[in-house]
């Protein structure tokens, strides 16, 4: 799975796997898209923008897209583009409750 990982997605398992203790291998097991055992993938949707695309690909819970970039002309699995508006989402979260406890402070 490591080489079906764009260079970004493997830092952010590194950082992960740091972060709780483990290997990056194991972070990279908890996290993939398919079965062990799975032995053919249901995908549609194909669409690529310059170096970056996306697929959707038919997993337990229904389709799912992933986003893939282009390195070395090579298609890569974009965890990041995953993980940022995930990550931008917290922050905004986290600044709304920073704002509602200061204007309580305020008040």
Known sequence: ????????????????????????????????????????????????DGDKATLEVKGPGGW???????EDAVWKIDKKSWADPILMQEEESKGHLDDIINQRRIQ
């Open 1 to 48: 799975m490591k080489v079906l990982l764009s260079k970004e997605s493997l830092k952010l398992n590194e950082q992960e796997a740091k972060a709780q203790g483990v290997s990056v291998d194991e972070i990279i097991k908890r996290e993939t898209l398919f079965n062990p055992d799975q032995t053919t993938v249901e995908f549609r949707n194909e669409k690529i």
């Open 64 to 70: 799912e897209t992933v986003p893939f970039v282009r």
